[in-house]
């Protein structure tokens, strides 16, 4: 057998198997581009943005865009109210956005992903006095009760993290829950079992790992349902607090001038749009390929 036989017999790799599915779905690879694009905005934004985020200018005051009559092309996507840059503040808003989501995945999948372990491996009393607590939260409208919860805890960035992360825990729950009965009645957990392995070790290093397909996808789809709730809450004057330019305050702080000044309203909106957008793209394409069931169709 030749070195050019003994390569094209080997298996792909992990990676390539991977890519090769997701790369499928040309949704998923144009989310991804801009995904990628928005974060090196928001990780550049000091020297990408032309103008501090926080400066008034009042003599510019609801500037037009540079294409429109009476607009300039130092304040490209034109000013606010108190004649601050938009183009700048969406630039900086990005790094709020970006931060929020990755702030409530992380509770939420932590969180969750315990819960779940504890509920699906143990069963019994103990699974039924969770289910039912994630029952109570899931039958409450979720951006109502992440107002209520905000509400309670007093406005501000952080305590609309806290509200958006424990309202997302559930969909973890469940899932996480779902998966490990699923796992723990195969064969190579019994034999675990068998050998000797402690309760610690079964739940964490045997069977945890082989339920983390869809807790990825449902990740991804939970960053950009944390950026939407986190921006009507700032829209709603729950969330992050003016003069920070978060897209979701500045729609906010926009909406009086909706009918005189479009721009202050549209580009927010279309910063929000974009960037859930691609990241909902982005899942679908994780679902592709890590989904077996996907894989074999």
């Known amino acids: 057998m ?16 991977f890519w090769f599915y997701f790369s499928r779905n040309k949704g998923a690879v144009i989310g991804l581009v801009v995904f990628l694009a928005i974060l090196l905005l928001a990780v550049f934004a000091p020297l990408v943005a032309p103008h501090s985020p926080s400066i008034q200018n009042r003599e510019l005051l609801l500037l037009p865009p540079a294409w429109q009559e009476g607009g300039t092309w130092g304040h490209v996507l034109g000013t606010d109210a108190v004649g601050r840059d938009i183009l700048s503040r969406l630039i900086y808003g990005a790094r709020f956005s970006l931060f929020i989501g990755l702030v409530v995945v992380t509770l939420s999948v932590i969180s969750g992903v315990l819960i779940g372990l504890v509920a699906g491996y143990f069963r019994g009393r103990v699974d039924t006095f969770i289910m039912r607590i994630m029952d109570i939260i899931l039958a409450f409208p979720s ?6 919860l905000v509400a309670v805890l007093g406005p501000g960035l952080l305590n609309a993290m806290i509200a958006i992360s424990l309202v997302n825990q559930p969909h973890f729950v469940r899932l996480t829950r779902a998966a490990v009965m699923t796992e723990k009645s195969k064969d190579y957990v019994v034999g675990s079992q068998v050998a000797g392995a402690g309760t610690l070790r079964l739940m964490f290093l045997t069977i945890l790992p082989n339920c983390l397909a869809p807790l990825i996808v ?30 979701g305050t500045m729609l906010a702080e926009a909406r009086e001038f909706i009918q005189r000044a479009w721009w202050v309203v549209t ?31």
């Open 2 to 17: 030749t070195v050019v036989e003994t390569k094209a017999s080997a298996p792909p790799s992990g990676l390539s198997e």
């Open 143 to 148: 951006l109502l009760l992440a107002l209520v």
């Open 218 to 247: 449902q990740a991804t789809l939970a960053f950009s349902a944390a950026i939407l709730d986190a921006a009507a809450l700032g829209f709603l004057g729950m969330g992050a607090q003016p003069p920070t330019p978060e897209w």
């Open 267 to 297: 580009f927010p909106g279309l910063a929000i749009l974009v960037t859930v957008l691609a990241i909902n793209l982005m899942g679908d394409g994780l679902r592709d390929a890590l989904d077996p069931k996907l894989k074999r169709s």
